[in-house]
């Protein structure tokens, strides 16, 4: 799975984009499940933009976008 591109300037703003799930990033980063645990344990990864799901059950989401920057940035916060 790659991070999906920015919306094309022919596309409306207001475009839905796919959110990221906890499962996702292992693959779209190249590192293990457990490498990620340790990135968001550390604070050094993005905190997800969304929350899905009621009380304890609540999973983490997050806009390609969030993943991208924080690319971007060298993979600093």
Request: charged share 35%.
């Given at each position: 799975?790659?991070i ?67 690319i ?6």
């Open positions: 799975m790659s999906p591109r920015k919306p094309r300037e022919d596309q409306p703003a207001d475009a839905i984009e796919e959110l990221l799930r906890n499962e996702d990033l292992p693959r779209l980063l190249n590192c293990s499940d457990r490498m990620v645990l340790r990135l968001r344990a550390a604070s050094k990864f993005p905190k997800p933009d969304v929350l899905v799901g009621t009380g304890s059950r609540k999973s983490p989401r997050w806009k390609p976008s969030t993943i991208r920057l924080w971007e940035n060298g993979g600093v916060q």
